[in-house]
């Protein structure tokens, strides 16, 4: 059973730049969630994906928006980058339904904006 | 507004003692209450989680206590080690299955021999 990977690990971008980052989730987990983590702060909720549509949304601009494709991988892209969008983005996975509340997290993708 | 408050910010624990982290809420719409634990370069993983119908759970060493009426709930490592060092993170949700969670700013727990 793979985890959830995301990719690239790292990245460099200049303010006012796009980047897209993507994500693989764990097997069989068929809801996403995309997470914005702060140097030395907790992560903080961007979005929800479930069933290809976004299902919740925390308090992001919309130039953060996210794809989910069908075999339930998904995609963040941030537009008109900004020096604090500087973070670590954590993309973690789930099972949708009663009683199923672990989300399993990925590496992250460290971004750089310079 | 942040809504989960963690205290304290860093922590420096003996081994073998008992480490012990803090957190306060204010939603009273929480359902769901984890902890989660991160190593450097790593993402956070589920540690234990408590849900607001019992006082507390223990998992081995690992021992969450839930204070509904302080709207408070706490980590307690036992007998910690030195592997037990890195950063900890408490979180709540509306609903258990519901995976939107807010999370505390962490604390850096550091084990010495």
């Known amino acids: 059973e793979t985890g959830v990977t995301q990719s690239p690990t790292h990245l460099i971008k200049t303010r006012g730049q796009q980047v897209t980052l993507r994500c693989s989730s764990q097997?069989?987990?068929?809801?996403v969630s995309w997470y914005q983590q702060a140097l030395g702060q907790g992560p903080q909720f961007i979005f929800q994906?479930?069933?290809?549509?976004?299902?919740g949304r925390g308090n992001f601009p919309p130039r953060f928006s996210g794809l989910q494709f069908p075999n339930y991988s998904s995609e963040l892209n941030v537009n008109a980058l900004e020096l604090d969008d500087s973070a670590l983005y954590l993309c973690?996975?789930?099972?949708?339904?009663?009683?199923?509340?672990?989300?399993?997290f990925g590496e992250g993708s460290r971004l750089t904006v310079l | 507004q942040q809504q989960v408050k963690q205290s304290p910010q860093s922590l420096i624990v003996q081994k073998g003692g008992i480490s012990i982290i803090n957190c306060a809420y204010e939603?009273?719409?929480?359902?769901?209450f984890p902890w989660y634990q991160q190593f450097p370069g790593k993402g956070p993983a589920l540690l234990i989680a408590i849900r607001p119908d019992v006082s507390e759970k223990k998992e081995g060493r690992f021992t969450i206590s839930f204070n509904k009426s302080a709207k408070q709930f706490s980590l307690h490592i036992m007998d910690s080690q030195p592997g037990d060092s890195a950063t900890y993170f408490c979180?709540?949700?509306?609903?258990?299955?519901?995976?939107?969670?807010?999370f505390g700013t962490g604390t850096r727990l550091t084990i010495i021999p």
């Open positions: 939603n009273t719409a929480f359902d769901y």
């Open positions: 973690a996975s789930s099972l949708a339904g009663p009683n199923t509340g672990e989300l399993f």
């Open positions: 994906y479930y069933r290809e549509e976004e299902n």
């Open positions: 979180a709540a949700s509306r609903a258990f299955g519901n995976e939107k969670l807010t």
């Open positions: 097997s069989g987990h068929n809801t």
